[in-house]
């Protein structure tokens, strides 16, 4: 019998886990954005999902962390060179809303400055 190739998986700890099930969580939004869009499309109903990279929110910062320390940690790797406003994203959803966005469907809208270029 020929050997078959057999890979392997090592993980040293949590964060290994937590990134796979963030990374599939965040996939499943977006498959169920475009699915329900299509399902519900033809009632006249556009659904679309947003997706906020690093935001200026109490989710964004570390337990004690000062904005400055928070900006220095996630800052270079935004290729904006900045964390993003909540105004900046609910512009997006607000956008998204509005009669000039009618075309857009099923849509996961990344906003990021460029993170997940």
Do not use: Q
């Not at 996939?27 to 990279?53: C, E, F, K, Q």
């Not at 000062?66 to 609910?90: C, F, N, W």
């Amino acid at each position: 019998m020929p050997a078959l190739p057999i890979g392997s998986v090592t993980r040293t700890g949590p964060a290994f886990t937590l990134l796979g099930s963030y990374a599939t969580s965040k996939a499943g939004v977006s498959t169920l954005t475009r699915a329900a869009a299509r399902d519900h499309i033809g009632d006249g109903i556009r659904i679309n999902a947003v997706s906020p990279g690093a935001s200026d929110g109490p989710m964004s910062y570390r337990p004690g962390e000062t904005r400055e320390e928070r900006d220095a940690r996630i800052t270079p790797s935004i290729p904006l060179g900045r964390v993003g406003t909540l105004d900046e994203v609910a512009a997006t959803v607000l956008w998204l809303a509005c009669d000039e966005a009618g075309f857009a469907v099923g849509h996961d809208l990344v906003v990021d400055g460029g993170a997940t270029a």
